[in-house]
């Protein structure tokens, strides 16, 4: 019999109880996810993990296949499951749905950031979690007035906010902040940048007094221009 992929693994993965030395799939992951959260995806391997465990890493193969399993089964467990609260009445109008979705998929993603450096590794979404949120967000958009390839297409852009919020708040912002100051004091000059420089005179790289409030601002006015623009294409028709 040919051997499961690493992605059959996750589909089919059993929650069996801890063997008798008290490791488990459970376990394993958990304590995988704890490292990724701690110190980022680059400080997971399965030598680690073992340690963290107290077991020699070829005790963790009775359980996982390998790093590519055990990948995608911190993936499919840190996004976890949608509140059953996002599947939408599919009467219910379809922009308030969907923007109940974005907001929970946002904090989900935050809580775990680590998740978009695997994009690259794992490819598109395609475990049972992971498919059962981009189903929720689908079933939010049944009510508008678009076809299949168009309602995926708005969710691929709420994705890629989504990922933008992760990647741009991944640095440390103030440091960039006083660094763009020195670079600007030093290099640019109103002949050569006048509007970048109207942007930070004006206070557009300027931080409030709660950078989470400022996080959520900017989330937001993405994601309302996103679905005005969607509500536009909608009403068209």
Avoid at 216 to 224: I, K, N, P, S, T
Wanted: proline share 8%.
């Amino acid at each position: 019999m040919d051997a499961m992929t690493p992605l059959e693994a996750v589909w089919k993965a059993d929650p069996a109880p801890a063997s008798r030395e008290g490791l488990s799939l459970g376990r394993i992951v958990a304590t995988a996810i704890d490292i990724a959260d701690a110190e980022g995806l680059d400080g997971v391997s399965m030598s680690r993990v073992a340690k963290a465990l107290g077991f020699t890493p070829m005790s963790l193969y009775r359980h996982v296949g390998g790093k590519e399993e055990l990948l995608l089964h911190m993936q499919d467990r840190a996004i976890g499951p949608p509140p059953a609260v996002l599947d939408p009445d599919p009467d219910a109008p379809w922009r308030d749905g969907l923007e109940r979705w974005a907001w929970a998929t946002l904090h989900r993603m935050r809580a775990h950031p680590w998740i978009q450096q695997m994009v690259p590794q794992t490819g598109p979404p395609a475990t049972p979690n992971q498919l059962t949120w981009l189903e929720f967000g689908l079933r939010a958009l049944r009510p508008a007035a678009l076809s299949e390839g168009e309602k995926l297409f708005v969710i691929l852009q709420l994705n890629a906010l989504t990922f933008g919020d992760l990647t741009f708040h991944a640095a440390d912002h103030a440091s960039a902040e006083n660094a763009y100051e020195a670079l600007f004091a030093r290099f640019l000059t109103p002949d050569r940048f006048p509007a970048l420089i109207a942007a930070f005179t004006g206070g557009a790289f300027a931080e409030g007094p709660d950078p989470q409030e400022d996080r959520d601002a900017m989330y937001r006015f993405g994601l309302e221009r996103i679905l005005d623009g969607v509500d536009t294409l909608v009403e068209g028709r």
